[in-house]
């Protein structure tokens, strides 16, 4: 059965440091997500994209973000400038189409740790 | 403000019960709602949706009721088994811009005793 993935499972990085989350939907998917959990805390919204634009972003989504779609099949988010409080899973989601049955999967996360 | 809250953080049964967890919310009209299970340190993972016009729904073991006037949601696990701990979690979609986001409940962390 076809899953998204993303990598790095965990990735450890000084205050400061920018770093790149990498998930690869699930590949007949149009629609992708980047949702974050701080730990014991609950799965926020962060950033949805479609065709090769955001189309909604959450007030955490702030200036030291980005997303991309690089090529046809990854889905990068960007943390320019990374902060303590950046220090969370980040969970990649994809979907097929806007319609809501058609519902959103969910990759097993990247650990971030910001020291 | 809106919110969305699971009955409790943690709930404990024994094997072969039916657990019912509980999500309420207020301050927004969800067309659809849906439950995950989640592991730790995984993703959450889709389990049932149900939309505002469906009283209940079914899927194997699994029962989703919605009441839109309570703002309420029921998920219940029949015959619960040792490998249904996890933590569940509600969702509601927020469509907007013609996608749909999720907002999540806190959990609810399930642990089945043998």
């Known amino acids: 059965e076809p899953e998204v993935t993303q990598t790095p499972s965990h990735q450890v990085t000084q205050m400061g440091q920018e770093v790149i989350l990498r998930c690869v939907p699930i590949?007949?998917?149009?629609?992708f997500y980047w949702y974050r959990q701080i730990l014991g805390q609950k799965v926020e919204f962060l950033v949805s994209f479609y065709n090769n634009e955001i189309s909604e972003k959450s007030e955490i989504f702030d200036d030291q973000f980005s997303v991309e779609r690089p090529d046809g099949s990854n889905f990068t988010l960007k943390i320019r400038s990374t902060k303590l409080e950046d220090s969370a899973m980040y969970f990649c989601a994809s979907g097929k189409s806007r319609v809501i049955t058609d519902t959103q999967y969910f990759g097993p996360g990247t650990r971030l740790t910001v020291l | 403000s809106q919110k969305i809250e699971q009955n409790s953080e943690a709930l404990n049964i024994q094997e072969g019960k039916t657990a019912t967890l509980t999500c309420n919310y207020t301050?927004?009209?969800?067309?659809?709602l849906q439950w995950y299970r989640q592991d730790p340190g995984r993703g959450p993972v889709f389990l049932l949706l149900i939309r505002e016009n469906e009283k209940e729904k079914r899927k194997e073991r699994l029962k989703v009721t919605f009441d839109t006037t309570l703002k309420q949601s029921l998920f219940h696990i029949t015959a619960s088994q040792p490998a249904d701990s996890a933590t569940y979690l509600c969702?509601?979609?927020?469509?907007?811009?013609?996608?749909?986001?999720?907002?999540f409940g806190t959990g609810t962390r399930l642990k089945v005793l043998a």
């Open positions: 590949s007949n998917h149009l629609y």
């Open positions: 969702a509601l979609d927020i469509a907007t811009s013609g996608t749909y986001k999720y907002i």
């Open positions: 301050n927004y009209s969800p067309a659809y």
